[in-house]
């Protein structure tokens, strides 16, 4: 496989991220080299997987 590439100027205003998942990566930018390993030895009927609903803020005016 050849791959050509031509490194042009970039502009990044604004990312938001709504999720990530057990192996992610997010790269803006240049990298020379990228090298990931991983291992996971959980049975997978353990996992709990989302989506994981957000906690209600704290009232402060409440007393408990």
């Known amino acids: 496989m050849n791959l050509h590439v031509i490194n042009r100027e970039l502009c990044v205003g604004d990312i938001k ?3 990530v998942t057990t192996s992610s990566l997010l790269l803006v ?8 390993a991983s291992t996971f030895d959980t049975p997978p009927e353990s996992l709990i997987i989302g989506p994981f609903v ?8 409440v007393e408990t």
Do not use: K, V
């Open 17 to 19: 991220i709504t999720g």
């Open 29 to 36: 930018g240049d990298a020379d080299t990228i090298q990931l």
């Open 54 to 61: 957000p906690l209600p803020p704290e009232d402060e005016n």
